[in-house]
């Protein structure tokens, strides 16, 4: 599902119109996005967590010249499923 399908479903749930909802999506997005830059955590009860995973520093090989790189630390976005979305999936 990508965002103009979910925009689709929740005029379809809710009744309201296109305009109400993707304002309150492209809110919720942005909102989300900004706690994630300050390296909050994002926990919504009974969907799961989204937070901030550190990669370490390797030493990498580059494919085509077979070269040693230095790898740099990089962030990324985990997310974690809670108990209840787990459960639904199995």
Do not use: W
């Not at 085509?64 to 790898?71: E, G, L, N, V, W």
């Amino acid at each position: 599902m990508n965002k103009s399908e979910l925009i689709t479903s929740l005029c379809d749930e809710s009744g309201l119109s296109h305009k109400e909802v993707k304002l309150s999506v492209d809110i919720l997005f942005q909102t989300l996005e900004e706690s994630l830059v300050k390296n909050e955590r994002i926990e919504i009860r009974g969907f799961g967590s989204f937070y901030h995973k550190k990669r370490k520093p390797f030493i990498g090989t580059n494919p085509k010249t077979r070269k040693k790189i230095a790898i740099p630390e990089k962030v990324s976005i985990a997310f974690r499923p809670s108990k209840t979305l787990k459960e639904l999936l199995n």
